[in-house]
């Protein structure tokens, strides 16, 4: 297992290609994500409209959070599957403020009985035609759970819809969970730590939602709609 001194000598590479996902006849079938991208995001559009107010360039900001948040998901990564990590094409202030965040997630762990399962695992499923890559399934305090990680200020709407549909690959493994929960990971002390934990009812009902997106995606490329 990876241990948080000794992560920043190992040789993992963040970057990684964008996983295709095909069924078993062949064909490309949409990401999760890729599916959700239909709905509206009206906390985004505020946000972005606040940082244009304080004279910020809102595609800057993004891409340099994203920066610190994929190298905070890479580094639990590490941390749970003890994989080697390769931090050269990060900065020093980038590394620092990644650090931040794993070590918000470091201390959660300690605080649970915790035995990983599988991670960073892409699944198709079948049925819906549909793929996605989960971050993490393990046993927490002895529960088989769906674990999501996310960083940044807020656990929003679509979020609990994609656990939803990672919820639904899971099956096609044979794999029931008992819960599934979002961890909420800060960049900086500003923005915290967060634990999520949706219910099977309402599991059910975000699945709605998320085929309801899968019929809207295939609808409109069907049209020809960009």
């Known amino acids: 297992m990876v ?11 963040v970057a990684k290609a964008h996983t295709q996902y095909k069924t078993a006849d062949g064909s490309r079938v949409p990401g999760v994500t890729t599916i959700l991208s239909v709905l509206n995001k009206p906390a985004l559009v505020k946000w972005a409209n606040n940082l244009g107010l304080q004279g910020i360039d809102s595609s800057k900001y ?6 610190i948040g994929t190298l905070v998901h890479a580094m639990v990564e590490c941390h749970i599957t003890g994989k080697e990590l390769d931090l ?16 918000k997630f470091v201390e959660w762990k300690q605080q649970h009985e915790f035995s990983l399962i599988l991670s960073e695992q892409p699944i198709v499923s079948e049925e819906y035609r549909f ?19 996310k960083t940044g200020k ?9 656990v939803s549909a990672y919820n639904e690959l899971l099956k096609t493994k044979d794999i029931a969970t008992d819960e599934i929960m979002i961890l909420r990971i800060g960049r900086n002390e ?10 099977n009812s309402d599991v059910a009902r975000y699945f709605e939602i998320f085929k309801a997106c899968l019929t809207i995606y295939e609808t409109k490329k069907k049209l020809g709609w960009s």
């Open 62 to 67: 993004v891409d340099a959070a994203a920066r």
């Open 3 to 13: 241990q948080e001194g000794d992560i920043m000598d190992k040789l993992y590479k």
């Open 131 to 149: 793929g996605g890559t989960l971050d993490c399934v393990a046993t927490v305090d002895g529960k088989i759970t769906l674990v999501d990680f």
């Open 190 to 199: 500003e923005e915290g730590f967060e634990v999520r934990t949706l219910q």
């Open 154 to 162: 807020g656990i929003y709407d679509e979020m609990l819809c994609q």
């Open 88 to 103: 050269s094409d990060f900065t020093p202030n980038e590394i620092d403020q990644a650090h931040v965040g794993f070590r």
